[in-house]
C-alpha cells in the first residue's frame, strides 16, 4: 500500500495547456454530474466549491514542514502520471506547480516524464477524500464537477501522512482554478 501511495504521490502538474479543467462559464449553472450516477450518493455534496480562500502553498513546499493533523491550503495541478486518478477510489495525485508540463513525445502532457522520479517525487501528494471509517471513498473523482487531469485547483484539507517516501492529505473542499 505504501508503494501504491508513493507512486501516486509521484507526481502532478497540468495539462492545463492542451486539455484545461471543465470550467463553469455560466454562474447559474451547476457543476457537471460525476461519470457514475453512485459517486453523487458517496461524495459530498459541497466537495467542489467556486473558491478557498487563504495562503495557499505547492505539496513540495507543504511536505517540509506540515505534520499528520495539520491543516493545508495546497495548490497545484492534478499530474504526475499517464492518468493521476485511482479507479475506483477517490484520489489522484496533486502536483507542484513548479513542475513543468512535458509536452516533447510524452503520453500526456500531465504525465510529468520530463522530470525524474526524485524530482516528481519531492513535488508532489496524494490527495483522498475519505469516509467516516477514513478511508478513501469507493469512486474515482475523474470528471466529478470537473476535475480532469491538468486541472490546476486548490486542496483544503488535512494532512495524513508525511515522511520522505509518502505525502497523503485527506481534502475537506476543492476549487476548480483554471
Not at 501522512?161 to 482554478?177: G, H, M, R, T, Y
Request: hydrophobic fraction near 40%; glycine fraction near 10%.
Amino acid at each position: 500500500m505504501r508503494t501504491r501511495i508513493a507512486i501516486m504521490g509521484g507526481a502532478l502538474l497540468g495539462a492545463t495547456l492542451l486539455t484545461g479543467c471543465s470550467q463553469n462559464d455560466d454562474p447559474d449553472r451547476t457543476p457537471s454530474a460525476p461519470s457514475d450516477p453512485k459517486a453523487a450518493a458517496t461524495l459530498p455534496a459541497d466537495l467542489v466549491v467556486e473558491q478557498l480562500d487563504g495562503e495557499t502553498v505547492g505539496p513540495a513546499q507543504a511536505r517540509k514542514t506540515a505534520k499528520p493533523g495539520d491543516d493545508v491550503l495546497l495548490t497545484g495541478h492534478i499530474a504526475g502520471r499517464k492518468d493521476p486518478f485511482v479507479d475506483g477510489r477517490a484520489m489522484f495525485v496533486l502536483s507542484d506547480v513548479s513542475l513543468p508540463l512535458c509536452d516533447d513525445g510524452c503520453t500526456a502532457p500531465w504525465d510529468l516524464c520530463c522530470e525524474t522520479p526524485t524530482d516528481i517525487a519531492a513535488g508532489t501528494a496524494t490527495v483522498q477524500v475519505v469516509g467516516t471509517d477514513g478511508r478513501p471513498l469507493p469512486v474515482t473523482l475523474r470528471d466529478h464537477a470537473g476535475l480532469t487531469p491538468g486541472c490546476r485547483i486548490t486542496v483544503a484539507g488535512e494532512v495524513q501522512q508525511s515522511d520522505e517516501s509518502v505525502f497523503v492529505v485527506n481534502a475537506k473542499s476543492i476549487a476548480i482554478l483554471e
